[in-house]
């Protein structure tokens, strides 16, 4: 096979996720998995793995890991989903995503793989297999893997050595058609990536998430190390990012005594923690105007963005941008956001890359915003007129927030640029 182009290349990823509609949503298993990493050559079993579940703040977290990793002069590879700018973002090598011309390269020669062996992958396990793959042949010293949706039956959890160090981020309400709809529930799939003898980083959380998680990890005669709340500190980081930040340094310290890594100097600790992650507290600056950027899509991550934004902007009340996937519950997010901003533009998208994503009607988001009491509401069904009305608006500082894959689609709008 031979792809020689980004385009091309989305357009084969594509037709994984065209071929297998049944490889998602409540279907997902490890059964497709192990057939794909055993025609693979199972690189999982030859990699020091990072293994990233939770609800919010994965991504920031397999950000900062692998930001502190590298620091110590290590190689690493680094995994997350979904991307935001480029699929590229989903294989990173020192933080680094494969340029369009070797992920295209390396691509064509795993799909010849994939198709030899008759596999019938979803997208997601195509691509997390793929980057595994990779990260073998680029001899990578860690691999930094950011489950797709749970942790028990998602495709990451094919890792399973027992040097694994399993990171569990903040669990809430999120994905419930599919995980379940208690926490207790949720937890279960979450803490089900640790594997016997792995090492779990987590904070305390409430007790119906604990006793699973206790529960668990005895089962897997796993090692529970509860990590401390980051003592306060000035900082312009967001306070959310400084606390997935400190729970990637916990492990870090961990694996630099286990494994004898360089201790970090102040100077690089403060680099790590000034990594830029697409999406999440993004700021850009056009025509003398602040854009923050958030993909904040359900009640924990919202309370955490506005809490973190209104200390970096005291008293600052700004326009939002707002667009949702039809999977999320706006009506649990408008109350959170009218005491936040007196002006909101709605808007739709459209995206694709496990799965076609479809958005929520605005006309429906404007309705709950109205009803929630908020003072101006403006819908617009094209997107390109939505931020040209937000660049339009009066405020200094707007907010674009509630998909990933909304700023995904506007990062790079020439309204920005």
């Not at 049944?22 to 793995?49: C, H, S, W, Y």
Request: with cysteine; hydrophobic share 40%; aromatic share 8%.
């Amino acid at each position: 096979m031979k792809i020689r182009n980004l385009t091309e290349a989305t357009a084969a990823l594509r037709s994984y996720a065209n071929r297998n509609p049944k490889a998602i949503g409540k279907n997902f298993t490890l059964e497709r998995v192990r057939p794909l990493m055993k025609a693979a050559g199972n690189p999982q079993d030859r990699l020091k793995v990072v293994h990233i579940a939770g609800t919010s703040g994965k991504t920031s977290t397999a950000y900062f890991m692998a930001a502190l990793l590298k620091g110590s002069g290590k190689k690493i590879g680094t995994t997350v989903s979904p991307h935001i700018d480029s699929v590229t973002e989903r294989i990173q090598i020192n933080s680094v995503p494969l340029s369009d011309e070797e992920f295209c390269s390396e691509l064509a020669g795993f799909l010849d793989i994939v198709e030899k062996a008759g596999q019938q992958p979803s997208y997601f396990e195509l691509l997390y297999a793929f980057s595994l793959w990779v990260f073998e042949r680029q001899e990578v010293d860690y691999a930094v893997l950011e489950t797709g949706l749970g942790g028990l039956y998602d495709a990451t959890n094919i890792a399973g050595r027992p040097d694994k160090v399993c990171i569990i981020t903040d669990i809430g309400m999120d994905h419930t058609s599919v995980l379940g709809n208690t926490l207790a529930k949720i937890a279960a799939q979450k803490i089900g990536i640790v594997h016997e003898g792995n090492a779990i980083f987590m904070y305390e959380q409430g007790a119906e998430v604990m006793n699973v998680v206790r529960a668990w990890v005895a089962e897997k005669d796993g090692d529970l190390h509860l990590v401390g709340e980051q003592p306060p500190e000035a900082s312009h980081i967001p306070d959310y990012q400084q606390r997935n930040w400190f729970l990637a340094y916990n492990v870090y310290r961990y694996l630099e005594k286990r494994d004898g890594l360089k201790h970090l100097t102040r100077q690089v600790l403060q680099q790590t923690r000034e990594v830029l992650v697409p999406g999440r507290m993004d700021v850009r600056e056009f025509q003398g105007k602040t854009f923050v950027m958030d993909g904040a899509h359900n009640r924990q991550k919202m309370t955490a963005f506005i809490s973190s934004f209104q200390k970096l902007y005291p008293g600052v009340k700004p326009a939002v941008l707002l667009g949702m996937k039809r999977t999320k519950d706006h009506d649990d997010l408008t109350p959170l956001l009218v005491p936040f901003a007196d002006r909101f533009i709605v808007t739709s998208f459209d995206s694709s890359q496990d799965t076609k994503i479809i958005s929520t009607d605005p006309k429906l988001i404007g309705e709950s915003l109205r009803q929630a009491g908020a003072k101006e509401v403006q819908v617009f069904a094209d997107q390109n007129e939505a931020v040209q009305a937000l660049v339009d608006a009066p405020e200094t500082v707007c907010v674009i927030t509630g998909s990933f894959y909304l700023i995904g689609r506007i990062r790079n709008n020439k309204h920005l640029a």
